[in-house]
């Protein structure tokens, strides 16, 4: 059975004057979806999350939230969102506490509640420590967290976050990125980011946007099931290449030096046992045999890099 | 409704937590006590000179004291409002607003809500200094209200002008320059109705925010003069929120 629709674009398209900034864009996410948003600099992103979180109107296209409209019901619509932007909009004169009271209370929490709401919002985000600090004694890491703390307090159903680890060290980021993974089972969350294996990581669904333009939407199993197209091979001792191009499956074989081989495989086939087996019977010693599966940061330079050279040559 | 409170308390505490609040408050007192001051001792040295006793100290009060608060007003709100939406702006914390449940006019009023609890905090100080002969001598308090109901309604249309400039901008200073501006502008409207080469000059002479002030000042309440203050705010609040609406376009 397929979970139901929580945030719905329909052709979304941004222009800043003469600029295309956002072409088209068709974006459906489930619950229980972690979609990852990636692209290169200046490709949509954030104006794809400005429109979604309704600080920006599209200049065509529609956003449903919830089955909300958001140019109709903006407060329906916005009741059911969280959004951390790139800069996480905290106000530095006031303590961790007030500051998350007050958003819970933006965010229709009816008094009685928000000092629970707050208190599991610091709890998830880590932030128990630092309740009665100012938030601009705090560190840019621990902001980010405020500012996430923020986009959950009122545990909408959707949560939108742009770039949320910027900033953060090493430990934090697996704390956030665990945090996210969680959040996702409850809540949809979309996801922008540069970091190509946090995408990998905690995504359920990639999806590359490129001069405004999805050109990729595929969920992340894909990626790393996709079949691949060749095996990489290192054999001490290889007497000659071309047996192995007599193996059923192996297409072409293209020697690298040093005992590195290259081999290409006919369509779906999986040679690799074969090859294991002809080294082990002829004494090749082989090192080294893996699959070479498209990586996503490889489909990401594919796809941005192939427009880019489309649109010099055009 | 509960939203714009919501808006108008963080508002009102933000503005009590920097230290700009505090500062205009006291060099407001220390000006004004000072000017008070000087008053007075005028006063008694004048006692006695005019024999029908026209001139009494609630005059001096309500008239000149009250007179001069609004030249330094028009110099210090531009600086309470310059942070409203300017500096929300440039630390990108008006997201936070616009991508929270709340519609904008519910923020604008919040907002301004918010700096009315500032504007009451100077009224009160003003309020304090007549209060403090309130022992030794007869004050005309009717004309006291009447003169504090003035600056009250002054500033809350200082303050509508200034948020709307400050909504225009991510700059606080020149939010501030640009308010000053404005009110200065609106102020000294009444100039040009001494000239008699200019047509309207009526006009001109009503729509200058100081006219209105006077005859509160002299004690007399006039709903025209309420009525002037209150759409003159409107008219600003409404601007604000045009202008953020159409900051998403």
Request: glycine share 8%.
């Amino acid at each position: 059975m397929e979970s139901e629709v929580l945030i719905e674009a329909r052709a979304l398209t941004r222009r800043y004057g003469p600029t295309l900034a956002v072409d088209g864009l068709h974006l459906t996410l489930r619950k229980g979806e972690i979609l990852g948003l990636l692209g290169p600099n200046g490709a949509g992103k954030s104006t794809t999350m400005k429109m979604l979180t309704g600080n920006l109107a599209p200049s065509a296209g529609e956003v449903l939230i919830g089955g909300k409209s958001l140019r109709e019901d903006a407060k329906a619509a916005k009741r059911a969102l969280g959004y951390l932007p790139e800069q996480p909009p905290v106000y530095g004169e006031l303590t961790v506490d007030e500051y998350l009271d007050y958003c819970a209370s933006l965010h229709g929490i009816a008094r009685k509640s928000r000092p629970e709401a707050v208190a599991s919002a610091k709890r998830d985000c880590g932030l128990a420590d630092v309740s009665r600090r100012l938030i601009g004694n705090l560190s840019k890491g621990y902001q980010q967290r405020v500012g996430l703390a923020q986009a959950i307090i009122h545990r909408p159903p959707v949560i939108i976050l742009d770039e949320p680890t910027v900033g953060l060290d090493p430990i934090q980021i697996r704390e956030i990125r665990a945090l996210i993974a969680a959040l996702g089972r409850n809540h949809s969350v979309i996801l922008s980011s540069h970091i190509l294996p946090e995408i990998q990581a905690v995504c359920s669904r990639v999806m590359i946007i490129n001069r405004g333009r999805a050109v990729y939407n595929e969920p992340v199993a894909a990626v790393k099931s996709a079949a691949f197209g060749a095996i990489a091979a290192v054999f001490r001792q290889l007497p000659d290449a071309r047996t192995l191009e007599t193996l059923a499956g192996v297409r072409r074989v293209l020697a690298l030096g040093e005992g590195r081989y290259r081999i290409e495989v006919d369509g779906n086939a999986d040679p690799r046992e074969a090859i294991a087996g002809a080294a082990v019977d002829g004494g090749w010693g082989l090192l080294e045999l893996r699959a070479e599966a498209q990586t996503l940061e490889e489909i990401f330079v594919e796809l941005t890099s192939r427009d880019a050279a489309l649109a010099e040559a055009a | 409704m509960s939203n714009i409170l919501n808006i108008a308390r963080t508002e009102l505490k933000r503005i009590f937590l920097s230290p700009l609040a505090w500062a205009v408050l006291a060099v407001v007192q220390f000006i004004m006590g000072f000017v008070f001051i000087n008053l007075l001792v005028d006063y008694a040295n004048n006692a006695g000179m005019q024999p029908d006793d026209s001139i009494g100290v609630s005059d001096y009060v309500a008239g000149s004291l009250y007179g001069f608060a609004t030249i330094l007003l028009l110099l210090v709100m531009p600086l309470m409002t310059m942070r409203l939406f300017a500096e929300e702006r440039k630390g990108n914390t008006l997201v936070l607003l616009t991508s929270a449940p709340v519609s904008i006019t519910e923020v604008v009023l919040g907002k301004f809500l918010g700096l009315l609890g500032f504007v009451l905090a100077v009224v009160l100080l003003m309020a304090a200094m007549p209060l403090a002969l309130h022992w030794s001598t007869n004050l005309d308090w009717g004309r006291v209200a009447a003169g504090l109901l003035g600056l009250f309604l002054m500033m809350m249309a200082f303050g509508a002008a200034g948020l709307f400039v400050s909504s225009l901008t991510r700059e606080p200073t020149i939010a501030a320059v640009g308010s000053f501006g404005l009110l200065l502008v609106v102020w000294l409207l009444n100039i040009l109705a001494y000239n008699d080469s200019i047509p309207f000059r009526e006009v001109f002479n009503y729509l200058s925010l100081i006219g209105h002030y006077d005859s509160l000042r002299r004690g007399i309440f006039n709903s025209a003069d309420i009525v002037y203050y209150l759409l003159f705010s409107g008219l600003f609040l409404w601007l604000t929120v045009q202008r953020l609406d159409m900051e998403r376009n």
